[in-house]
């Protein structure tokens, strides 16, 4: 019989297997994050942050100012015609420069001027609002309205 040819060559005789990453250089080893980087993402936050709140703030003030869809009130355009601006509201930064007098039920009269017009302006002052202790020269940002007869209507004052 003869000899059955062997499968695998002995072992002495087997080619060597080189990798091809034989001679790379070792990896380097990991570099930990700069603090710089963790710094500069902290200060990008809590400009954000601050960003945030100061227009939230903002943005709550306006939406809160019940005067913000009125008119300032156009004093020399009342004195040429007042009833072009019957039924009309505005808001009015008002100056107080005397209290007429006080009726139960129907309000305080009060001289009040403007910052753009120094006129003086007779105005009425509605009922729930009278209570308030008004002192020359303070001044008042209120909503007004110009009813018949041209008598100046003011309500829902607010302290400047």
Do not use: C
Not at 42 to 53: N, P, Q
Not at 57 to 85: C, I, M, W
């Amino acid at each position: 019989m003869s000899e059955p040819a062997p499968s695998w060559p002995p072992e002495e005789e087997t080619p060597n297997v080189i990798s091809p990453f034989e001679n790379a250089p070792a990896a380097a080893p990991p570099v930990a994050p700069r603090s710089g980087n963790w710094m500069l993402g902290g200060m990008i936050a809590a400009f954000l942050v601050v960003a945030l709140f100061l227009g939230g703030f903002f943005a709550y003030q306006y939406l809160n100012d019940p005067y913000r869809t009125l008119e300032t009130f156009p004093v020399g355009k009342y004195y040429e015609n007042h009833r072009s601006l019957a039924g009309s509201k505005f808001k009015g930064q008002l100056t107080v420069q005397a209290n007429l007098g006080w009726r139960a039920g129907q309000g305080k009269l009060m001289v009040f001027s403007t910052a753009e017009d120094p006129r003086p302006l007779a105005v009425l002052v509605s009922p729930e609002d009278a209570a308030i202790a008004f002192q020359k020269g303070q001044t008042y940002l209120a909503e007004i309205d110009v009813r018949e007869g041209g008598l100046i209507h003011a309500q829902r004052f607010q302290k400047e």
